[in-house]
């Protein structure tokens, strides 16, 4: 499965999972189910803005409600939202592209703030114990999609019918599903490494090593 294939079956998680319609817009940090208590939560870090979302989640539907969030690994995440960031800047302005001290120095800020924002996470699931959350890997999204269904369906109480299954099973198996391009990057790309990544995520990966 391509980068892009994978990341907008997990941004469409709960739509997929569920006959019912989801609200929010794909990429979105939080799509909602119609009956308000299940939610997604793309990855801790979209927008670096995850920590307001979950609070509100509570504030709007209450503390009865069933939460999904998936994990991937932190230098992905960075990689892929630098890159992102230089698609969105190079809509106006060549500047990224000709400075590349300036690129660089705009992805270490952009790590840092996500670094800030899967700490903000951890604390958020600290002073929220009783919210019930369904901890996801990327990789198994990637891998063993319908063991993953099965999960999900387990974790909200639904009944996973042969037709949604065999849905998901046909879109793992739609070869135009990976008409585009894979996306690659490397930290090096951003001024980065690996291990510098790593470092900035040190509690998260400590806390969610399992899923990484």
């Not at 989640?57 to 892929?80: A, E, T, Y």
């Not at 705009?106 to 790590?111: E, G, L, Y």
């Not at 042969?162 to 690659?184: L, M, P």
């Not at 995520?201 to 969610?208: D, L």
Request: proline letters at 1%; glycine letters at 4%.
């Amino acid at each position: 499965m391509s980068i892009e294939s994978t990341e907008a079956w997990t941004s469409g998680l709960t739509r997929m999972f569920t006959s019912r319609r989801i609200f929010g817009r794909s990429g979105s940090s939080v799509s909602t189910h119609a009956d308000s208590r299940y939610s997604l939560l793309q990855h801790f870090a979209v927008n670096g803005l995850i920590e307001q979302h979950e609070s509100h989640l509570i504030d709007l539907f209450g503390r009865d409600q069933k939460i999904i969030c998936p994990h991937r690994d932190p230098v992905n995440i960075v990689c892929s939202i630098v890159r992102t960031s230089e698609y969105t800047s190079s809509v106006y302005s060549d500047i990224l592209k000709k400075n590349k001290n300036l690129a660089h120095k705009k992805a270490r800020r952009i790590m840092q703030m996500l670094a800030v924002s899967a700490e903000k996470h951890i604390r958020w699931r600290e002073q929220n114990t009783d919210i019930e959350i369904l901890d996801l890997s990327y990789q198994d999204i990637n891998r063993n999609t319908v063991d993953v269904l099965r999960k999900v369906y387990r974790f909200l109480d639904l009944e996973l019918t042969s037709e949604i299954e065999q849905t998901v099973i046909g879109w793992e198996q739609d070869k135009d599903r990976n008409r585009f391009a894979r996306n690659t990057y490397a930290a090096e790309e951003f001024g980065l490494t690996d291990d510098q990544i790593r470092d900035a995520f040190q509690p998260y990966i400590a806390r969610f090593s399992e899923f990484i």
